[in-house]
């Protein structure tokens, strides 16, 4: 595996049924980093005669590179239509949306060998391989949240205008079933592991919670792909331990929340930094201090513990 930062690692072909789309060229782990085109507040902003003047302000290559992306609303406001059509947000919880002229051009997948991510820091979109690729293998992110089938086909059909025949949406329906149930009960528990008023009271049901999040999890992602859904898993985790003065599990459910982000999001991501420092000093938490149910100091666990034996 290698680590390069972009454009010898893959290449524009030519997908069938789906136009343009990427194509890695060797086993890779960081695809691409790019800065947008231009970015634009769609709540505020999305009209015709914005977008124009934000084109407008481009050199004339860039402006071929936005003009050559995909539209999926034929009529007559084209500038528009390719925004809506391509904009990626500018984080998960921004609403400013964002422009490229070769991430734009990745294609959709249910089960991605992919995740797309905007660094701050940097201003730049990302994307990072979060599973082994071979080369040849075309490159995919997911265009809407890993959410079961029915919600997420339909949500595609309605923003991005096409039915998925993705690897997973294209298996046999007693298989699709299972997948559904799954991706349904990770939406639950992640939903119940998220609620206030649990983390506080009831904090071994919120880990147990998360216990079986992960193995379902595994069963879901077997290729081993759902280094975002860990991340955010294993944060809430570290959560739930430190809220209640667990040093020592806080800091191992920290380190696979900083295992996870690497994968998905690099060494140099703000939230991936975030975690490595949460790793390495837990108290540091807002929420240390909240109740001493657990307390436990870092060192009492030995570090290093993994597997089965930590999930024990
Ligand atoms: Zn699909």
Known sequence: MSFGTGFDLFEVQSIPEKGKGLVARSNIAKVLIEKPLFTLDPEADLVESSVVSKVKALSKDKQRQFLALHNNFPGKNVFSGVFRTNALPCGPESVVGAVYPTICLINHCCDPNSHNNWNNKTSSETIHAVRDMKAGEEIMI????????????????????????????????????????????????DQAIGEPSRLVNAPTKALADCQEMARVIEEEF???????????????????????????????????????????????????????????????????????????????????????????
């Not at 079961?148 to 949406?169: H, Q, Y």
């Not at 909240?290 to 666990?301: F, P, Y």
Request: proline share 4%; glycine share 6%.
């Open 222 to 312: 077997p290729n081993g792909s759902a280094s975002p859904l860990e991340a955010s898993l294993y944060y809430d985790a570290f959560q739930i331990s430190i809220t209640h003065g667990d040093e020592a599990r806080a800091s191992a459910f920290a380190e696979r929340a900083y295992r996870a982000r690497v994968i998905c999001e690099g060494e140099d991501s703000p939230e991936t930094e975030n975690m490595e420092r949460l790793m390495n000093k837990p108290t540091i938490h807002r929420n240390y201090g909240i109740s001493k149910r657990w307390r436990m100091t870092k060192n009492m666990v030995s570090k290093g513990l993994d597997g089965k034996e930590f999930d024990e």
């Open 142 to 189: 997911p265009y809407a949240k890993q959410e079961a089938s029915f919600t997420r086909r339909a949500l595609l059909k309605s923003s991005f205008g096409f039915d998925c025949s993705c690897s997973l949406c294209s298996l046999p329906v007693s298989e699709l079933k299972k997948s559904e149930a799954r991706r349904l009960r990770i939406e639950e528990l």
